[in-house]
């Protein structure tokens, strides 16, 4: 909705612009107005006195969590909180515990920590579950945990102080990213794995539809229409960025049209059964290019058929698109369902006797 | 052969441990052993009476530019640069342009300027073939500029020191980081893009003979052989990590076995006839689940041609994938094709004869 306000808004300056440029558009002004917030604390002087050089964590703390879906937005802040106090921790803990060593020992000590921790945490990285979801707080906790136990040689106190400082500088960047991301025309993740699941459905009944159609046409020895297998392409290879729509949607509030619960698990079901109805139409497609096609007697006997499964599942998978992006139950179960079990059972009678056929002409 | 070395050394503690593994430990060490190095800075007051806390970059730089491949190190360590630089020199610009108005008029000119900097930045940064490579370096541009232009109302003098003392303390995390990620062990993605080809040729292979044999079985009736399709999904699904790697490999030096240039391209266009390839097999796959399968009379007929395409396929699949990995010119063009030639015009003839049977019948 806020979207199409924005559309109306702009489109008589810009009439060619899609839905999707103009979501990139908004997020680039909310950055771009989160900068010019954050970069306040540097250009209004009574704002720098107070918070002084360390207003650029808050500039950086800005650049590095603010991300296009409000749940990306939200791991990366969370994941970096976590990640801070656990490194800073225990890197506080780490120089208590061997401050009361000589200046040799503690340097070793300290020296022989930060390559274990660096060691550890950067195999920890490279484990695909942790990577996949938290390899931004397990950075943060290395490059904290570093960093304090490394300065806290030189004078505790003032550490802790500078580390107060940045916290608060830290805390005041993500506040602000927070808030613009979430609350000003917010773009969630689960609308867009949502929206995404739905139109997939519909790219591959057109894809089944026009695939059915050049079949029958093939047959006739007419021209050859085109088919489109550039959106079956698209759902086959679609899966990486589906998981991390999915990781972001792990994080968003149920907001909206969701009360209960994000169904993240369930979009992951139908995106794999979907990866396969995509790759059965790739190899059906294969088939419409090969040198053997069926004999016109042949067609005639399978054209009814093949044209009505090929129409049913066309609509069915528009059908199934549409209900999951009105969240309808659908009675096809009772109404398509049976009807495609008959034609199914009919093409399968319709072979066995050809089989049976070609065996009576064997023997 | 430095990881079989490796692998030696450590395959009396650790047995189980795969090669990949031992890739993975090696990482770690190099990044914690660079993390120590940079602590150094901190740790010794010698060193730390020259650096300062800005020794804070140094560690922050190798925690962020570390990758585990050569290349992607190489790539974040340039981008980061030339962001660095760019974003700076323009930062600085702004700052000068600007200087000669009056203190309300320049708070209003610099905030003006972050926010549409920022905004087109982010807008970039949303446009996909800028995202896939240069992501970093934008990303690195904003912040730069925002922290110079911000800055520079608060005394120049100190700023430009201040940024000169920082930008030395990134040169020596990136020369850490170079020195230990090219110099000690290098892990190339061009190796891993060049072995992760080949192998899926070996596994498509196995796949397509397993293919063949349940298939063969299936049609005598016997209990079913497991078909190991999780090969073909892996095929299917690497699109986007082999993205990743080919971005890498743009990025490495010609080296060790690869003197003229990476063939990186090549590897992109075999990738996508190999996915089509593994499409194909999850198709067959399919078939063989099918309730409508040949009669046993038909199946002697076809049986031995099916076997011998099942065979030549997977020898030359595997052919295929070793001379690949050995950067040999394979003469199956001149051995197997012309076999495979026949098959297939045999296997379209009994097809037809089929055919017309069945015509006959019909008429």
Sequence with gaps: KKACFFSTLFSPILPTICEHDIKKLIHSFKVGFALFLVSLLYILDPLFEQVGENAMWAIMTIEVIF?????????KGLLRGIG???GGGLGCLASTLASDLGKIEYTIVVGTLIFVFGAMATYCRLIPS???RYDYGVTIFILTFNLVAASSLHGDHQVMELAHHRLSAVAMGFSVCIFISLLVFPMWATDEL???TSSKFKQLASCIEECME???VVGEKESRPIIHVSSCNSVLHSNSSDESLVNFARWEPTHGRFWFCNPWEKHQQITELLMEFASNILSLQGCLKS????SSMLLEVIKEPCKNVGLLLGLTMRELGENIMNKKRSNLEVV????LQSIKLEL???STSKLGAIENVED
């Excluded at 991300?67 to 791991?75: H, I, K, N, R, Y």
């Excluded at 398509?336 to 009807?339: A, G, N, S, T, V």
């Design 67 to 75: 991300d296009f879906f409000g749940g990306a937005t939200l791991s």
């Design 336 to 339: 398509i369902m049976p009807e």
């Design 84 to 86: 801070t106090l656990l």
């Design 194 to 196: 949502h929206q995404l």
């Design 348 to 350: 399968i009678l319709l």
């Design 291 to 294: 040198a053997l096609q069926p």
């Design 130 to 132: 942790i990577n996949k």
């Design 214 to 216: 050049a079949f029958l």
